[in-house]
């Protein structure tokens, strides 16, 4: 039961609001088709929640899905400035706003900036709505939420383009310099489509202000805007909370690890931990940084040394994390760049290195070798821009292929 408040916003207003903003929605140019249509399950007695980072092309994918399957659906921004003064008792006067509208399918955007969001989500799915949520905070995929809906929900994510998605939309041929083109420009729609020099700055203000300061009451702006920058500036490079605690002068690590957590559920980093079979030996280790985007690094990046191999791993990492599971590097006495688990089962071992030399090759092997041999696999991956081959060692396979073959599902 909500209460009644005295600030309340009419129903005339919501009403307006949602007919501009269907407006505003289906006058959006339908874009490049998404990969994730195809996978979309039809939300019945489940709310459909799909989740990614700002700008990653959550309208165009709601714009796509309100013409093709949805055409009668209710759509409604939260986030619109001119629902500022929205509030959890809100939502009975939207009620009568819905079900004036006579539609049952609810397609709502940013629900969650709302306190309270999935008791109304419940609600109105106890009421036979169909409802689809979008929202750019991992929290909308966090095990509370589970509680909170009582596992009535299918999680999807959104990410930038793809590689495939990336070559679709440039119309480029699937190739080692198209790889090349996507780890400079990464897979930001906006930015793939006109290269707006201030986009990728813009937005990463925005997720710091916007999705992160506000939404979880950070006072220190200014440091968590240097703790970020460095960050992106080291993706492939390993990270503790104690020496980032020591370099920004932080009073806590509690108070970094925080941050740290606020910087993943804004999909803007992720944080990949060593293997171990210990839980509490992969809590202290230190983690491997990666960005959401190789373009936004290279757009954002304080370094101004020639990182590519690392941009170049960045780029791997997200082909794995789209295929979602588990994600660890692997060190002892040698290093495997990633070991993914699906199911709580061993998948695969992979090594990235952008140039194969005599220099490197030894190592590169040894560290894919080692990790074969410690989770009894027969065959690994090494990831390079271009090259191809094939290595045995005591009769483990290490199969060399090229990125562009590795990361998409067109190539032959």
Not at 24 to 29: G, I, Q, S, W
Not at 364 to 371: D, K, M, S
Request: with cysteine; aromatic share 12%.
């Amino acid at each position: 039961m909500y209460q009644i408040q005295l600030n309340m916003i009419p129903d005339t207003h919501l009403k307006e609001i949602a007919d501009a903003q269907r407006v505003n929605l289906l006058a959006r140019t339908e874009g490049l088709k998404r990969e994730i249509l195809s996978t979309i399950p039809e939300p019945t007695s489940h709310a459909l929640i799909i989740s990614g980072i700002r700008r990653c092309g959550k309208s165009t994918l709601l714009t796509q899905l309100l013409r093709k399957k949805y055409r009668h659906a209710f759509f409604f921004n939260f986030e619109d400035p001119r629902l500022y003064d929205f509030e959890r008792n809100d939502f009975m006067r939207l009620d009568k706003v819905i079900t004036a509208s006579r539609r049952k399918v609810l397609l709502f955007d940013e629900i969650q900036i709302i306190p309270e969001w999935e008791r109304y989500v419940r609600q109105k799915l106890d009421e036979n709505y169909q409802l689809i949520v979008t929202g750019s905070n991992a929290s909308l995929l966090s095990r509370e939420l589970g509680t909170k809906l009582t596992g009535r929900y299918l999680m999807q994510e959104l990410f930038p383009f793809s590689f495939d998605e990336f070559c679709a939309f440039k119309r480029q041929k699937i190739s080692a310099n198209a790889i090349t083109e996507y780890m400079r420009i990464g897979g930001f729609p906006e930015y793939v489509k006109a290269e707006n020099d201030e986009m990728p700055g813009r937005l990463f203000g925005d997720i710091l202000t916007r999705d992160i300061a506000v939404r979880y009451g950070v006072r220190d702006i200014k440091t968590l805007q240097r703790l970020a920058l460095y960050l992106i500036s080291n993706v492939g490079n390993l990270i503790t909370g104690n020496k980032l605690k020591s370099i920004f002068e932080i009073g806590a690590t509690g108070t970094v690890m925080e941050y740290l957590s606020h910087l993943e559920m804004s999909y803007l980093l992720h944080f990949v931990p060593k293997f171990s079979w210990s839980l509490k030996k992969q809590s202290i280790n230190p983690r491997k940084v990666y960005a959401i985007d190789t373009g936004f690094v290279n757009a954002n990046s304080a370094s101004f040394t020639d990182d590519k191999g690392q941009i170049f791993e960045n780029l791997v990492f997200l082909r794995l994390r789209r295929q979602s599971g588990e994600i660890y590097y692997f060190a002892e006495k040698n290093e495997c760049d990633f070991v993914t688990f699906r199911k709580g089962a061993v998948k695969e071992c992979i090594q990235v290195c952008y140039t194969l030399t005599p220099d490197n090759l030894k190592r590169e092997l040894n560290g894919l070798f080692e990790a074969l041999e410690f989770f009894n696999l027969s065959e690994g991956i090494i990831v390079t821009l271009e090259q191809s081959d094939t290595f045995e060692q005591n009769g483990k396979t290490a199969r060399v292929v090229p990125a562009h073959v590795f990361l998409s599902d067109k190539s032959s």
